[in-house]
Each structure stands twice: as structure tokens, then as C-alpha cells.
């Protein structure tokens, strides 16, 4: 880590009095097997949350050699699968990865590009094309080409929403305004090669960002432009490129490039992993700033993605090595909480791919991984840790007064329940609640609230115990 860069995670982890903070495994965590395990390591889903709370989830399933689907899956807010596999289209020759978007109206878009296999449809030209639905049981397949493109097949498809509710749409280095026959690409970059592109819109000025990597010899890293309503000056990302063996050098990024906005304040944010040959830490750079923060340290095997949360927060996820872990920051993202330890899927052998949605709170964290001898998608559900101290740290043997502070990564958590020595506290709009306890000695404390896992500490103890809580339902994996 250069001495220049500070590290978030450095600034978080801080411990105060009788509270220990600390990152942590979550021992028995679920995981949901989203695809089949006959899946190739390069597939990748689309995410969306719907109006009723569900995560919508797109991804494509190989049938024969020769032929594949395009499927749907929901899960509901406490992590649960609510909607097996259905079908958005079938039988195709091939698809790209697609994307998802919620319009306006509240209608889930799935926009993706391939070649149906069928001479003279204009669904066998490589374009874009596009199917919608009310409600993700019943898909309807917009009618042909929607791009003068017929290349558009030839990598995984981003989309986003403009802040007047059009989509933007991008394949390797192409983007296009709106859906139509007529909607004409261009190019953000001239020369070969841009791979991967992600796209992602400011809430408070409505502009979306494209983000995508390039291996050209004179443009080499991940760049970001603004490319809606018009066109901005293509930027570097800071801490992409690496000098290694005295020439500049960057690793590949094999899924799309993981841009995210905030919920209903500014700033767009990439995720991406630091270092050449071998990746040295997991980075997010907010577009405009003239450096990346550090999140965590990794020890190369590293994949990352960002996703907004309530109140302006962020959630990284990232893969290190053999780990899956995730962190979520405060509401001006300025601090990042203990990086939570999330396992790995059963017979985990490697991980391609890992992305997150954490807009309802919790994070759904969907890693492709190889386990068990196949390739597939792996779904669990991660929730947000809380922060809790005490003053003073130790009471005397006759007891006394005590208050208790309770955070969210440094913000205030209000009514948040504590249990202490028989008595049930909440907490006021300053994190905090007091009482009185009879004697002092080792207390144990608890706090919950709403969608967050349990914490606990030791009242007069050295330090204190916190731990990443587990849904109470026991099941048994998915195969």
C-alpha cells in the first residue's frame, strides 16, 4: 500500500473502550444455487430491485451446444428465493450477458443482444434487443431490432436509465440513447480493444457514466466517461494501471466493469483491484477525484463490485484469494466498516465473478464460482453489522450508571434495541440509551434492529464480540 493512500478500512476499525471492532466470519452462512452447475466460467447476471422489494435477477442458461435460454429469478428482501427459473426467451443460437433496468412506471427491462438462429428474423442480426414485464413472471419480447448495430452481440450488454427515464445501452466500446430501429451507437473508444463496459447514473444530475477496459497500447486501464446527455472527457481511473517491468501494464477485468450511483445523492463510484501481476488491494474511486480509497488489502484472486445502499451508503464486495468478503460504508461514504468474512459456496474451488445489490439494506451477494466440480452462481445474503460501546467501559461492584452508543459505521443508529442485565433500552437520535444496573462484573449486551445482524459485547471485559448474524430458518443448500 503506497504511503500517499489511506485506508478506509484503516479509519473504521477503530476501538473504543470495552468495544472491540473487528472483521468477521459468519460460520454456516446459506448459499442458494442460482444456475445450473453445467454453467461457463465468463456467464454473469443482471440485477434490479422492483417497487414490491424484490432483487430480479437475469441470466442465461446453456441447453444444448448449440442452443440457450434466457431466464428470470426473484428474491425477496430476507434473502428467499420467491420465483424459480421462468423463461424470457429460449432456444437461441446465443446471448450475451444481459442487463436489467426498472422503468419509470415501474416495468422490469431486460435488455440483452444474440442471434435467435433463425434465418431472416431480424432477431438473428446481432442487435439489441429487449423484453418487458410487470411483474417478472410473464416476459414479453419487444419487437426487432432496437439498434442499427449488428455487433452488439459480440460482448455482455449494460444498461441504465438517464434522469428522464431513458436507457442507455452499451456493448464493448459502443453506446446508444433509447431503443429503437434507429437508435445509432458510437464509439468511446476508436482503437481495439474496449471490453466490458458497465454504465451507471448520478441521482442528482441525471448524467450517466460509462466505464469500461481498455488493453489498447496508448489507452491501457479502466476509463470512465460521461456519456449521457452528452458526451464527457474519457478519464483514466487512478491506481488501474501499473508500472511493472518498466512499462505500464494492467490486469484484464474479466466481468463488467462495476460502476455504481447513490441512492438520490450525487456521485458515481468503480470498484477494482490495485496491482499487476498479482493484485495488492481493492479500490474505490469516485469519478472527479484525483485518487482511489483503499478498502482492504488483498493477496491477488481478487474480483470487485460496488452497489448503492440506503441513505447514500455503498457496499463493496470483493474476493480475496479463497475469501468472499463485504463492507459497507457510512452515509458520506468517508468510512468503511470491518470487512464481513461471507465464506464461500460448498465445494468452492474458484471464483469467476462476484457482484452485490444492497439497496433494500442488506447486501445479496451473487458469486460465480467453480464448486463441486461444476461452473454456477452462487446467492446469499449478507446483514449489516452494528457498532456498540459503552461509558464507562467497567462498572464497580456495586453497579452504577452506564450509556450506551450504537453506530452504523460512525452514523448514529436510532432505536436500536439493547438487552442488558434483564433490561430492554432503545436507542434516541444520537445512537445512544442509559441506565442504571444494580452490579457490575462481566455483562453481557446485545443490540438489534431491523435488518441488521445481531451485536454483542461484554460490559468490563477487554474486548468484545461481535459476530455477523445468520438467518434463524435452518435449510439445507439448494443444489
Same mark, same amino acid.
Given at each position: 500500500m503506497r504511503?500517499?493512500?489511506?485506508?478506509?478500512f +484503516?479509519?473504521?476499525?477503530?476501538c473504543?473502550?470495552?468495544?472491540?471492532?473487528h472483521?468477521?466470519?459468519?460460520?454456516?452462512r446459506?448459499?442458494t444455487?442460482?444456475?445450473p452447475? =453445467?454453467?461457463? =466460467?465468463?456467464?454473469?447476471?443482471?440485477?434490479?430491485?422492483?417497487?414490491?422489494?424484490?432483487?430480479?435477477?437475469?441470466?442465461?442458461?446453456?441447453?444444448t451446444?448449440?442452443?440457450?435460454?434466457?431466464?428470470?429469478?426473484?428474491?425477496?428482501?430476507?434473502?428467499n428465493?420467491?420465483?424459480?427459473?421462468?423463461?424470457?426467451?429460449?432456444?437461441?443460437?446465443?446471448?450475451?450477458?444481459?442487463a436489467?433496468?426498472?422503468?419509470?412506471?415501474?416495468?422490469?427491462?431486460?435488455v440483452?443482444?444474440?442471434?435467435?438462429?433463425?434465418?431472416?428474423?431480424?432477431?438473428?442480426a446481432?442487435?439489441?434487443?429487449s423484453?418487458v414485464?410487470?411483474?417478472?413472471?410473464?416476459? /414479453?419480447?419487444v419487437? $426487432?431490432?432496437?439498434s442499427t448495430?449488428?455487433?452488439?452481440?459480440?460482448?455482455?450488454t449494460?444498461?441504465?436509465?438517464?434522469?428522464?427515464?431513458?436507457?442507455?445501452?452499451?456493448?464493448?466500446?459502443s453506446?446508444?440513447?433509447?431503443?429503437?430501429?434507429?437508435?445509432?451507437?458510437?464509439?468511446?473508444?476508436?482503437?481495439?480493444?474496449?471490453?466490458?463496459?458497465?454504465? @451507471?447514473?448520478? @441521482?442528482?444530475?441525471?448524467?450517466?457514466?460509462?466505464?469500461w477496459?481498455?488493453?489498447?497500447?496508448k489507452?491501457?486501464?479502466?476509463?470512465?466517461?460521461?456519456?449521457?446527455?452528452?458526451?464527457?472527457e474519457?478519464?483514466? +481511473? *487512478?491506481?488501474?494501471?501499473?508500472?511493472?517491468?518498466?512499462?505500464?501494464?494492467?490486469?484484464?477485468?474479466?466481468?463488467?466493469?462495476?460502476?455504481?450511483? &447513490?441512492?438520490?445523492?450525487?456521485?458515481?463510484?468503480?470498484?477494482?483491484?490495485?496491482?499487476?501481476?498479482?493484485? /495488492?488491494s481493492?479500490?474505490?474511486?469516485?469519478?472527479?477525484? +484525483?485518487?482511489?480509497?483503499?478498502? @482492504? $488489502?488483498?493477496? $491477488?484472486g481478487?474480483?470487485?463490485?460496488?452497489?448503492?445502499g *440506503?441513505?447514500?451508503?455503498?457496499?463493496?464486495?470483493?474476493?480475496?484469494?479463497?475469501?468472499?468478503l463485504?463492507?459497507r460504508?457510512? &452515509? @458520506?461514504?468517508?468510512?468503511?466498516?470491518?470487512?464481513?468474512?461471507?465464506?464461500? *459456496?460448498?465445494?468452492?474451488?474458484?471464483t469467476?465473478?462476484?457482484?452485490?445489490?444492497?439497496?433494500?439494506?442488506?447486501?445479496? !451477494?451473487f458469486?460465480?464460482?467453480?464448486?463441486?466440480?461444476?461452473v454456477?452462481?452462487?446467492?446469499t445474503?449478507v446483514?449489516p453489522?452494528?457498532?456498540? =460501546?459503552?461509558?464507562p467501559?467497567s462498572?464497580?461492584?456495586?453497579?452504577?450508571?452506564?450509556t450506551?452508543?450504537?453506530?452504523?459505521?460512525?452514523?448514529?443508529?436510532?432505536d +436500536?434495541?439493547i438487552?442488558?442485565?434483564?433490561?430492554?433500552l432503545?436507542?434516541?437520535a444520537?445512537?445512544?440509551?442509559s441506565?442504571h444496573?444494580?452490579k457490575g462484573?462481566?455483562i453481557?449486551?446485545s !443490540?438489534?434492529?431491523?435488518?441488521?445482524?445481531?451485536?454483542?459485547?461484554?460490559?468490563?471485559s477487554?474486548?468484545?464480540?461481535t459476530?455477523?448474524?445468520?438467518?434463524?430458518?435452518?435449510?439445507?443448500?439448494? /443444489?
Open positions: 504511503k500517499d493512500r489511506i485506508s478506509a +484503516a479509519l473504521a476499525c477503530c473504543f473502550l470495552s468495544y472491540l471492532c472483521g468477521q466470519t459468519a460460520p454456516a446459506q448459499w444455487r442460482i444456475t452447475p =453445467n454453467d461457463i =466460467n465468463t456467464n454473469e447476471v443482471a440485477l434490479v430491485r422492483g417497487r414490491d422489494a424484490q432483487l430480479h435477477v437475469a441470466w442465461k442458461r446453456q441447453t451446444p448449440q442452443k440457450m435460454d434466457l431466464l428470470h429469478t426473484a428474491i425477496d428482501a430476507d434473502g428465493v420467491v420465483v424459480e427459473a421462468g423463461i424470457i426467451v429460449e432456444g437461441w443460437n446465443s446471448l450475451t450477458a444481459p436489467l433496468v426498472l422503468e419509470k412506471d415501474g416495468r422490469l427491462r431486460v440483452f443482444s444474440g442471434l435467435s438462429g433463425v434465418s431472416g428474423s431480424p432477431y438473428n446481432g442487435s439489441v434487443y423484453a414485464s410487470a411483474d417478472g413472471h410473464n416476459w /414479453k419480447l419487437p $426487432g431490432q432496437l448495430s449488428g455487433y452488439a452481440y459480440t460482448g455482455p449494460a444498461a441504465a436509465l438517464d434522469g428522464k427515464g431513458v436507457p442507455i445501452v452499451a456493448w464493448g466500446g453506446v446508444q440513447t433509447g431503443l429503437s430501429a434507429k437508435s445509432q451507437p458510437r464509439d468511446v473508444q476508436t482503437g481495439c480493444c474496449a471490453y466490458t463496459p458497465g454504465l @451507471a447514473t448520478d @441521482a442528482s444530475t441525471g448524467e450517466v457514466l460509462m466505464g477496459f481498455s488493453n489498447a497500447d489507452a491501457l486501464g479502466i476509463f470512465v466517461e460521461t456519456v449521457s446527455p452528452s458526451a464527457g474519457k478519464t483514466l +481511473a *487512478p491506481g488501474s494501471v501499473t508500472v511493472y517491468g518498466g512499462s505500464a501494464q494492467s490486469a484484464s477485468v474479466d466481468q463488467q466493469i462495476p460502476l455504481s450511483g &447513490r441512492i438520490s445523492t450525487s456521485g458515481v463510484f468503480l470498484a477494482f483491484c490495485e496491482g499487476y501481476p498479482t493484485a /495488492k481493492v479500490d474505490l474511486w469516485q469519478y472527479g477525484q +484525483a485518487k482511489p480509497t483503499v478498502i @482492504a $488489502g488483498v493477496n $491477488g481478487c474480483r470487485a463490485h460496488v452497489s448503492a *440506503p441513505e447514500g451508503r455503498l457496499w463493496m464486495v470483493w474476493s480475496n484469494g479463497g475469501k468472499l463485504a463492507a460504508s457510512n &452515509r @458520506a461514504v468517508s468510512r468503511w466498516g470491518a470487512p464481513i468474512q461471507i465464506g464461500t *459456496p460448498p465445494g468452492w474451488d474458484a469467476y465473478r462476484v457482484k452485490g445489490e444492497g439497496s433494500a439494506g442488506p447486501l445479496d !451477494v458469486a460465480h464460482v467453480g464448486a463441486g466440480g461444476g454456477s452462481t452462487w446467492h445474503h446483514l453489522l452494528l457498532a456498540i =460501546n459503552a461509558a467501559a462498572l464497580a461492584t456495586g453497579g452504577g450508571d452506564v450506551f452508543t450504537v453506530t452504523d459505521v460512525g452514523d448514529p443508529a436510532t +436500536a434495541t438487552h442488558v442485565a434483564g433490561q430492554t432503545t436507542t434516541n444520537s445512537g445512544q440509551a441506565t444496573l444494580a462484573g462481566l453481557p449486551v !443490540v438489534t434492529a431491523p435488518g441488521y445482524a445481531e451485536t454483542t459485547m461484554t460490559l468490563g477487554a474486548a468484545a464480540a459476530h455477523a448474524g445468520t438467518r434463524t430458518t435452518k435449510r439445507k443448500p439448494k /443444489k
